[in-house]
Nanobody
Framework: QVQLVESGGGLVHPGGSLRLSCAAS????????MSWYRQIPGKERELVAH??????YYSDSVKGRFTISRDNGKNAVYLQMNSLKLEDTAVYYC????????WGQGTQVTVSS
């Protein structure tokens, strides 16, 4: 059974850091493009970062602050988020893109003073 499970979200002050994890089962992350998206209520889901075997991509809003990484041994993907801002508050989703497309259930990140 294919599953993506995100964890690591929570409440953090502006300027703080969080590390999101996405644990995959039922497929191998090394065979898929892996992405992190985020969504604010009432708005479309936004691509934050993407990683393949060849490269990584970051949206302009997070470039220089967020880092996406992948651990093939643990079959997991991570998003290290530093220098968090109020506008980073959202539900963060993990997505796998390959022969099929899979989504996780999301994890809430709240940046608040």
């Amino acid at each position: 059974q294919v599953q993506l499970v995100e964890s690591g979200g929570g409440l953090v002050h502006p300027g703080g850091s969080l590390r999101l994890s996405c644990a995959a089962s039922g497929f191998t992350v090394s065979s898929f493009g892996m992405s992190w998206y985020r969504q604010i209520p009432g708005k479309e889901r936004e691509l934050v970062a993407h990683i393949t075997n060849l490269n990584t991509y970051y949206s302009d809003s997070v470039k220089g602050r967020f880092t996406i990484s992948r651990d093939n041994g643990k079959n997991a993907v991570y998003l290290q988020m530093n220098s968090l801002k109020l506008e980073d508050t959202a539900v963060y989703y993990c997505k796998a893109t390959g022969a099929y497309e899979y989504w996780g259930q999301g994890t809430q990140v709240t940046v608040s003073s």
